[in-house]
Protein backbone atom coordinates (compact mmCIF):
# COMPACT_ATOMS: atom_id res chain seq x y z
CA UNK A 1 0.00 0.00 0.00
CA UNK A 2 1.01 3.41 -0.87
CA UNK A 3 0.84 5.82 1.97
CA UNK A 4 1.13 9.53 0.88
CA UNK A 5 4.23 10.82 2.80
CA UNK A 6 4.84 14.40 3.51
CA UNK A 7 8.10 15.56 4.34
CA UNK A 8 9.04 18.80 6.96
CA UNK A 9 6.17 20.72 5.35
CA UNK A 10 6.35 24.16 6.49
CA UNK A 11 3.25 24.69 8.97
CA UNK A 12 1.55 26.59 12.00
CA UNK A 13 -0.83 24.81 14.36
CA UNK A 14 -4.17 26.56 14.65
CA UNK A 15 -5.64 25.00 17.42
CA UNK A 16 -5.23 21.54 19.09
CA UNK A 17 -7.49 19.76 21.61
CA UNK A 18 -6.53 16.79 23.78
CA UNK A 19 -7.40 13.03 22.15
CA UNK A 20 -7.86 10.37 24.01
CA UNK A 21 -5.24 9.55 26.91
CA UNK A 22 -2.08 11.07 25.88
CA UNK A 23 -2.40 12.06 22.10
CA UNK A 24 -4.03 15.57 20.49
CA UNK A 25 -6.08 16.17 17.57
CA UNK A 26 -4.10 19.27 15.43
CA UNK A 27 -5.69 21.77 13.24
CA UNK A 28 -2.89 22.57 11.32
CA UNK A 29 -2.01 25.49 8.47
CA UNK A 30 0.68 24.19 5.71
CA UNK A 31 2.40 25.73 2.85
CA UNK A 32 1.98 23.67 0.53
CA UNK A 33 -1.37 21.48 1.43
CA UNK A 34 -3.86 24.24 2.96
CA UNK A 35 -5.55 23.71 6.21
CA UNK A 36 -5.17 20.01 7.55
CA UNK A 37 -6.34 17.69 10.94
CA UNK A 38 -3.27 15.70 12.44
CA UNK A 39 -3.14 13.20 15.23
CA UNK A 40 -0.23 13.41 16.88
CA UNK A 41 -0.19 9.83 18.56
CA UNK A 42 1.72 9.94 22.66
CA UNK A 43 2.70 13.49 22.64
CA UNK A 44 1.20 14.20 25.92
CA UNK A 45 3.33 11.75 27.81
CA UNK A 46 5.84 13.20 30.34
CA UNK A 47 8.96 12.57 28.33
CA UNK A 48 7.30 13.72 24.80
CA UNK A 49 9.56 15.93 23.02
CA UNK A 50 7.34 17.28 20.61
CA UNK A 51 4.63 18.49 22.64
CA UNK A 52 6.29 21.77 23.74
CA UNK A 53 6.64 22.68 20.01
CA UNK A 54 2.96 21.67 19.11
CA UNK A 55 1.63 25.29 20.17
CA UNK A 56 -0.09 27.70 18.21
CA UNK A 57 2.20 30.54 16.91
CA UNK A 58 5.59 28.39 16.26
CA UNK A 59 7.05 28.64 13.17
CA UNK A 60 7.04 24.83 12.63
CA UNK A 61 8.43 21.85 9.78
CA UNK A 62 5.76 18.64 9.55
CA UNK A 63 5.88 15.28 8.39
CA UNK A 64 2.64 13.41 8.21
CA UNK A 65 1.46 10.62 6.46
CA UNK A 66 -1.97 9.36 6.01
CA UNK A 67 -4.71 9.99 2.80
CA UNK A 68 -7.92 10.18 4.92
CA UNK A 69 -8.67 13.61 6.50
CA UNK A 70 -7.39 12.62 9.49
CA UNK A 71 -3.43 12.32 8.81
CA UNK A 72 -0.97 11.25 10.92
CA UNK A 73 1.48 13.50 12.19
CA UNK A 74 4.83 11.32 12.38
CA UNK A 75 7.60 14.61 12.87
CA UNK A 76 7.68 17.95 14.26
CA UNK A 77 10.67 20.47 13.53
CA UNK A 78 11.31 24.11 15.14
CA UNK A 79 11.49 25.85 11.47
CA UNK A 80 13.68 29.05 13.16
CA UNK A 81 14.34 30.39 16.30
CA UNK A 82 11.35 32.39 16.95
CA UNK A 83 10.06 35.54 19.41
CA UNK A 84 6.69 34.30 21.37
CA UNK A 85 3.40 36.24 21.15
CA UNK A 86 3.10 38.58 23.99
CA UNK A 87 0.16 40.28 25.64
CA UNK A 88 -2.14 41.76 23.40
CA UNK A 89 -0.98 40.50 20.35
CA UNK A 90 -0.89 37.15 21.58
CA UNK A 91 -5.31 37.12 21.89
CA UNK A 92 -4.74 38.47 18.12
CA UNK A 93 -2.85 35.75 17.46
CA UNK A 94 -6.02 33.55 18.21
CA UNK A 95 -7.98 36.07 16.36
CA UNK A 96 -6.70 35.39 13.14
CA UNK A 97 -6.38 31.62 13.51
CA UNK A 98 -10.21 30.95 14.37
CA UNK A 99 -10.57 33.14 10.65
CA UNK A 100 -8.56 30.65 9.16
CA UNK A 101 -10.30 28.01 10.24
CA UNK A 102 -13.43 29.74 9.24
CA UNK A 103 -12.91 31.05 5.79
CA UNK A 104 -10.21 28.00 4.39
CA UNK A 105 -11.59 24.68 3.30
CA UNK A 106 -9.58 21.21 4.12
CA UNK A 107 -6.44 20.55 2.16
CA UNK A 108 -7.28 23.19 -0.35
CA UNK A 109 -4.11 24.88 -0.24
CA UNK A 110 -3.23 28.31 -0.16
CA UNK A 111 0.95 29.02 -0.11
CA UNK A 112 0.48 33.30 -0.46
CA UNK A 113 -2.01 33.20 2.44
CA UNK A 114 0.30 31.05 4.17
CA UNK A 115 2.77 33.98 3.22
CA UNK A 116 0.45 36.41 4.72
CA UNK A 117 -0.05 34.55 7.84
CA UNK A 118 3.84 34.29 8.49
CA UNK A 119 4.01 38.42 7.37
CA UNK A 120 1.23 39.18 10.07
CA UNK A 121 2.74 37.25 13.01
CA UNK A 122 5.90 38.97 12.54
CA UNK A 123 3.79 42.26 12.47
CA UNK A 124 2.30 41.31 15.85
CA UNK A 125 5.89 40.02 17.18
CA UNK A 126 7.33 43.37 16.71
CA UNK A 127 4.63 45.17 18.19
CA UNK A 128 3.22 46.67 15.00
CA UNK A 129 -0.27 48.52 14.97
CA UNK A 130 -2.48 45.80 16.17
CA UNK A 131 -5.59 47.01 14.44
CA UNK A 132 -4.11 47.87 10.68
CA UNK A 133 -2.20 44.72 11.23
CA UNK A 134 -5.65 42.68 11.79
CA UNK A 135 -7.32 45.33 8.93
CA UNK A 136 -4.47 43.92 6.24
CA UNK A 137 -4.61 40.57 7.35
CA UNK A 138 -8.26 40.21 6.73
CA UNK A 139 -8.34 42.09 3.71
CA UNK A 140 -5.68 39.66 2.57
CA UNK A 141 -7.88 36.78 3.71
CA UNK A 142 -11.14 37.76 1.73
CA UNK A 143 -9.33 38.23 -1.41
CA UNK A 144 -7.49 35.01 -1.43
CA UNK A 145 -9.96 32.81 -0.08
CA UNK A 146 -11.74 33.74 -3.41
CA UNK A 147 -14.55 36.04 -2.55
CA UNK A 148 -12.18 39.42 -3.68
CA UNK A 149 -13.46 42.88 -2.20
CA UNK A 150 -13.59 45.56 -4.62
CA UNK A 151 -14.10 49.16 -2.82
CA UNK A 152 -13.18 51.72 -5.93
CA UNK A 153 -15.86 51.11 -8.31
CA UNK A 154 -19.54 52.21 -7.92
CA UNK A 155 -21.46 48.99 -10.18
CA UNK A 156 -24.63 50.16 -9.79
CA UNK A 157 -23.72 53.75 -11.07
CA UNK A 158 -20.94 52.60 -13.12
CA UNK A 159 -18.49 55.02 -11.86
CA UNK A 160 -15.27 55.07 -9.85
CA UNK A 161 -15.87 55.82 -6.11
CA UNK A 162 -15.49 59.63 -5.43
CA UNK A 163 -13.56 60.78 -2.21
CA UNK A 164 -15.79 63.44 -1.20
CA UNK A 165 -19.08 61.32 -1.62
CA UNK A 166 -20.66 59.01 1.07
CA UNK A 167 -21.32 55.16 0.29
CA UNK A 168 -22.62 52.12 1.85
CA UNK A 169 -22.40 48.55 0.88
CA UNK A 170 -24.73 46.83 -1.37
CA UNK A 171 -26.40 43.84 -1.32
CA UNK A 172 -22.93 42.25 -3.64
CA UNK A 173 -20.92 43.86 -0.49
CA UNK A 174 -19.83 46.50 -3.33
CA UNK A 175 -19.61 50.06 -2.73
CA UNK A 176 -23.19 52.00 -3.55
CA UNK A 177 -23.58 55.61 -3.61
CA UNK A 178 -25.74 57.35 -0.90
CA UNK A 179 -26.68 60.67 0.80
CA UNK A 180 -27.14 58.47 4.20
CA UNK A 181 -24.33 56.24 3.52
CA UNK A 182 -22.06 55.25 6.41
CA UNK A 183 -18.31 54.94 4.53
CA UNK A 184 -16.84 58.17 3.02
CA UNK A 185 -15.32 57.37 -0.88
CA UNK A 186 -12.06 58.94 0.90
CA UNK A 187 -11.83 55.97 3.35
CA UNK A 188 -12.97 53.65 1.07
CA UNK A 189 -9.82 54.05 -1.40
CA UNK A 190 -7.72 53.93 1.32
CA UNK A 191 -8.82 51.20 2.39
CA UNK A 192 -8.65 49.40 -0.69
CA UNK A 193 -4.72 51.15 -0.97
CA UNK A 194 -4.46 49.34 2.17
CA UNK A 195 -3.64 52.63 3.92
CA UNK A 196 -4.38 52.92 7.65
CA UNK A 197 -2.33 55.88 8.73
CA UNK A 198 -5.34 57.74 9.55
CA UNK A 199 -7.52 56.98 12.70
CA UNK A 200 -10.67 57.62 11.33
CA UNK A 201 -10.23 55.18 8.11
CA UNK A 202 -9.15 52.41 10.61
CA UNK A 203 -12.37 53.13 12.73
CA UNK A 204 -14.25 52.90 9.12
CA UNK A 205 -12.16 49.70 8.10
CA UNK A 206 -12.82 47.73 10.97
CA UNK A 207 -16.73 48.44 11.35
CA UNK A 208 -16.69 47.63 7.12
CA UNK A 209 -14.48 44.57 7.00
CA UNK A 210 -16.54 43.11 10.20
CA UNK A 211 -19.65 43.29 8.37
CA UNK A 212 -18.31 41.76 5.34
CA UNK A 213 -16.85 38.89 7.27
CA UNK A 214 -20.32 38.23 9.43
CA UNK A 215 -21.69 38.58 6.11
CA UNK A 216 -19.29 35.84 3.93
CA UNK A 217 -19.21 33.67 7.65
CA UNK A 218 -23.45 33.41 6.97
CA UNK A 219 -23.81 34.78 10.66
CA UNK A 220 -21.56 32.24 12.36
CA UNK A 221 -20.43 33.57 15.12
CA UNK A 222 -16.45 34.49 15.81
CA UNK A 223 -15.71 33.05 19.41
CA UNK A 224 -12.10 34.87 19.91
CA UNK A 225 -14.00 38.56 18.59
CA UNK A 226 -16.41 38.37 21.62
CA UNK A 227 -13.88 36.88 24.14
CA UNK A 228 -10.93 39.66 22.53
CA UNK A 229 -13.94 42.29 23.56
CA UNK A 230 -13.79 41.06 26.48
CA UNK A 231 -10.71 40.74 27.49
CA UNK A 232 -9.88 44.54 26.50
CA UNK A 233 -12.88 45.89 28.46
CA UNK A 234 -11.57 44.27 31.48
CA UNK A 235 -7.54 45.24 31.29
CA UNK B 1 -27.21 -9.91 26.12
CA UNK B 2 -25.21 -7.35 24.65
CA UNK B 3 -25.98 -3.82 25.86
CA UNK B 4 -29.20 -4.71 27.12
CA UNK B 5 -30.63 -4.81 30.55
CA UNK B 6 -28.39 -3.63 34.03
CA UNK B 7 -25.40 -5.26 33.26
CA UNK B 8 -24.74 -3.61 29.72
CA UNK B 9 -26.17 -0.11 31.10
CA UNK B 10 -23.25 -0.97 34.11
CA UNK B 11 -20.64 -1.60 31.71
CA UNK B 12 -21.77 1.11 29.74
CA UNK B 13 -21.65 3.53 32.57
CA UNK B 14 -18.19 2.81 33.55
CA UNK B 15 -16.90 3.70 30.24
CA UNK B 16 -17.54 7.85 31.14
CA UNK B 17 -14.27 7.32 33.34
CA UNK B 18 -11.26 8.63 31.50
CA UNK B 19 -9.11 5.74 29.87
CA UNK B 20 -11.76 2.72 30.09
CA UNK B 21 -13.23 1.78 26.94
CA UNK B 22 -15.41 -1.01 26.22
CA UNK B 23 -13.21 -4.01 27.31
CA UNK B 24 -11.69 -2.40 30.54
CA UNK B 25 -15.13 -1.43 31.17
CA UNK B 26 -16.51 -5.28 30.96
CA UNK B 27 -13.86 -5.95 33.16
CA UNK B 28 -14.76 -3.87 35.61
CA UNK B 29 -18.70 -4.44 36.01
CA UNK B 30 -17.60 -8.31 35.67
CA UNK B 31 -15.06 -7.81 38.81
CA UNK B 32 -17.03 -6.17 41.04
CA UNK B 33 -20.25 -8.18 40.50
CA UNK B 34 -18.54 -11.56 41.09
CA UNK B 35 -15.55 -10.87 43.40
CA UNK B 36 -16.19 -7.61 45.09
CA UNK B 37 -19.94 -6.81 45.51
CA UNK B 38 -19.12 -5.27 48.66
CA UNK B 39 -16.68 -2.64 47.28
CA UNK B 40 -19.46 -2.04 44.69
CA UNK B 41 -21.34 -0.73 47.24
CA UNK B 42 -19.32 0.78 48.78
CA UNK B 43 -17.86 3.00 45.72
CA UNK B 44 -21.45 3.30 44.93
CA UNK B 45 -22.59 4.94 48.21
CA UNK B 46 -19.39 7.00 47.95
CA UNK B 47 -19.81 8.26 44.87
CA UNK B 48 -23.36 9.50 45.24
CA UNK B 49 -22.64 11.29 48.78
CA UNK B 50 -19.14 12.94 47.10
CA UNK B 51 -21.68 14.06 43.73
CA UNK B 52 -24.44 15.51 46.50
CA UNK B 53 -22.11 16.96 48.41
CA UNK B 54 -18.31 17.84 47.07
CA UNK B 55 -18.71 21.48 45.79
CA UNK B 56 -16.55 24.75 45.61
CA UNK B 57 -14.58 26.53 47.79
CA UNK B 58 -16.23 29.78 47.97
CA UNK B 59 -12.86 31.49 48.27
CA UNK B 60 -10.60 29.18 45.85
CA UNK B 61 -12.90 27.39 43.74
CA UNK B 62 -11.27 24.13 44.30
CA UNK B 63 -13.25 21.07 45.24
CA UNK B 64 -14.04 20.73 48.63
CA UNK B 65 -16.91 19.00 50.57
CA UNK B 66 -16.93 22.36 53.36
CA UNK B 67 -18.37 26.06 52.29
CA UNK B 68 -14.65 26.66 52.61
CA UNK B 69 -11.59 24.42 52.02
CA UNK B 70 -9.20 23.05 54.68
CA UNK B 71 -6.40 25.25 53.26
CA UNK B 72 -8.16 28.57 53.05
CA UNK B 73 -9.45 27.70 56.35
CA UNK B 74 -6.29 27.02 58.33
CA UNK B 75 -5.29 30.50 59.93
CA UNK B 76 -1.37 29.35 59.68
CA UNK B 77 -1.68 29.83 55.58
CA UNK B 78 -0.04 33.74 54.37
CA UNK B 79 -3.54 35.15 53.26
CA UNK B 80 -1.23 37.70 51.25
CA UNK B 81 -0.13 35.31 48.71
CA UNK B 82 -2.18 33.52 46.24
CA UNK B 83 -1.21 31.15 43.68
CA UNK B 84 -3.68 30.59 40.15
CA UNK B 85 -4.29 27.61 38.96
CA UNK B 86 -5.92 25.75 36.41
CA UNK B 87 -7.16 22.60 38.18
CA UNK B 88 -8.22 20.98 41.31
CA UNK B 89 -5.49 18.85 40.78
CA UNK B 90 -2.55 21.42 40.25
CA UNK B 91 -3.31 22.33 43.64
CA UNK B 92 -2.81 18.49 45.14
CA UNK B 93 0.89 18.36 42.87
CA UNK B 94 2.23 22.83 43.89
CA UNK B 95 1.19 21.35 47.68
CA UNK B 96 3.07 18.04 47.45
CA UNK B 97 6.54 19.03 45.94
CA UNK B 98 6.67 22.72 47.16
CA UNK B 99 6.83 25.39 50.43
CA UNK B 100 4.27 27.24 49.03
CA UNK B 101 2.19 28.38 52.26
CA UNK B 102 -0.26 30.74 50.64
CA UNK B 103 -3.64 30.35 49.40
CA UNK B 104 -5.09 28.95 45.45
CA UNK B 105 -7.53 30.18 43.39
CA UNK B 106 -8.64 27.49 40.95
CA UNK B 107 -9.52 28.68 36.96
CA UNK B 108 -11.34 25.33 36.11
CA UNK B 109 -10.04 26.08 32.38
CA UNK B 110 -7.99 28.60 30.87
CA UNK B 111 -8.80 31.35 28.96
CA UNK B 112 -9.22 29.74 25.09
CA UNK B 113 -10.73 32.48 22.48
CA UNK B 114 -11.31 29.77 20.21
CA UNK B 115 -13.51 27.77 22.66
CA UNK B 116 -15.19 31.33 23.14
CA UNK B 117 -13.82 30.52 26.73
CA UNK B 118 -13.28 34.15 28.05
CA UNK B 119 -12.57 35.79 31.60
CA UNK B 120 -16.33 35.66 32.38
CA UNK B 121 -16.44 31.38 32.38
CA UNK B 122 -12.98 31.32 35.00
CA UNK B 123 -14.09 33.05 37.72
CA UNK B 124 -12.22 36.15 37.54
CA UNK B 125 -14.80 38.66 38.68
CA UNK B 126 -14.45 36.67 41.74
CA UNK B 127 -10.37 36.83 42.06
CA UNK B 128 -10.76 40.63 40.95
CA UNK B 129 -12.90 41.20 43.80
CA UNK B 130 -10.37 39.42 46.05
CA UNK B 131 -7.62 41.45 44.35
CA UNK B 132 -9.62 44.50 45.28
CA UNK B 133 -10.34 43.84 49.30
CA UNK B 134 -8.91 40.65 50.69
CA UNK B 135 -5.26 42.58 51.21
CA UNK B 136 -3.62 40.19 48.80
CA UNK B 137 0.23 41.33 47.74
CA UNK B 138 1.35 38.20 45.42
CA UNK B 139 0.12 36.39 43.13
CA UNK B 140 1.79 33.37 41.37
CA UNK B 141 0.48 32.33 37.91
CA UNK B 142 1.13 29.09 37.77
CA UNK B 143 -1.13 27.92 34.68
CA UNK B 144 -0.12 25.19 32.20
CA UNK B 145 3.27 26.72 30.43
CA UNK B 146 0.59 26.17 26.73
CA UNK B 147 -0.19 29.10 24.36
CA UNK B 148 -3.18 29.38 26.49
CA UNK B 149 -1.56 29.08 29.46
CA UNK B 150 0.52 32.34 29.00
CA UNK B 151 -2.43 34.20 27.41
CA UNK B 152 -4.34 33.25 30.77
CA UNK B 153 -1.29 34.58 32.88
CA UNK B 154 -1.07 37.64 30.90
CA UNK B 155 -4.38 38.39 31.95
CA UNK B 156 -4.32 38.12 35.20
CA UNK B 157 -1.15 39.65 35.51
CA UNK B 158 -2.47 42.83 33.97
CA UNK B 159 -5.39 42.34 36.37
CA UNK B 160 -3.03 42.12 39.38
CA UNK B 161 -1.32 45.41 37.92
CA UNK B 162 -4.13 47.47 37.63
CA UNK B 163 -5.22 46.29 41.68
CA UNK B 164 -1.06 47.25 42.41
CA UNK B 165 -0.68 43.37 43.48
CA UNK B 166 3.19 41.94 42.09
CA UNK B 167 2.37 39.12 40.04
CA UNK B 168 4.89 36.56 38.96
CA UNK B 169 4.85 33.30 36.66
CA UNK B 170 6.65 30.38 37.64
CA UNK B 171 9.98 29.53 35.74
CA UNK B 172 9.87 26.82 32.72
CA UNK B 173 12.57 25.56 30.83
CA UNK B 174 15.03 23.00 31.56
CA UNK B 175 14.03 20.31 33.26
CA UNK B 176 16.15 18.99 36.36
CA UNK B 177 19.12 16.66 35.87
CA UNK B 178 18.29 17.29 31.90
CA UNK B 179 20.89 17.45 29.06
CA UNK B 180 20.88 19.88 26.77
CA UNK B 181 20.80 17.20 24.05
CA UNK B 182 18.16 15.47 24.95
CA UNK B 183 15.80 18.68 25.19
CA UNK B 184 13.51 19.84 22.55
CA UNK B 185 14.23 23.27 20.72
CA UNK B 186 11.51 24.83 21.54
CA UNK B 187 11.80 24.19 25.01
CA UNK B 188 15.44 25.23 25.13
CA UNK B 189 14.65 28.38 23.25
CA UNK B 190 12.57 29.55 26.17
CA UNK B 191 14.81 28.74 28.84
CA UNK B 192 17.30 31.10 26.85
CA UNK B 193 15.14 33.87 26.86
CA UNK B 194 14.12 33.19 30.66
CA UNK B 195 17.52 33.19 31.50
CA UNK B 196 18.81 34.58 34.44
CA UNK B 197 21.72 36.74 36.66
CA UNK B 198 23.57 34.56 39.14
Known amino acids: MTENRVFLQPAYILQQRDYRESSLIVEAFTRDFGRLSLLAKGVRKAKSKSQGLLQPFIPLRLSYL???????????????????????????????????????????PHPELFADYCQCLADLRQGGPLEAVLRNFELNLIE??????????????????????KYHLGAELSPVEATEGIYTGKSLLAIQARNFGDPDVLA??????????????????????KVLNEIIKRL | MRDTGLLGRLIQHLRCLP?????????????LLQKDREGARALAETLLQAIDRIGQ???????????????????????????????????????????????????HGRLSPLDGIGPGELGLDQLERQLATNGIKEL???????????????????LAHKHHVQASRIAHGVPMGGELEFIDSGTLLHAFNGRRTI
Request: charge should be negative.
Open chain 2, 19 to 31: GVGPKTAQRMAFH
Open chain 1, 66 to 108: GKAELKTLTDVELAEPFQPLTGLALYCGFYLNELIEAFLHKDD
Open chain 2, 140 to 158: VLATNSTVEGEATAFFIGE
Open chain 2, 57 to 107: CSRCRTLTEKPLCDICADPARDKSAVCIVENPSDVWIIEQATVFRGLYFVL
Open chain 1, 204 to 225: EAKSLLRHVLDQLLHGKPLNSR
Open chain 1, 144 to 165: KSGYGLQLAYDMQHGKPVDPSK
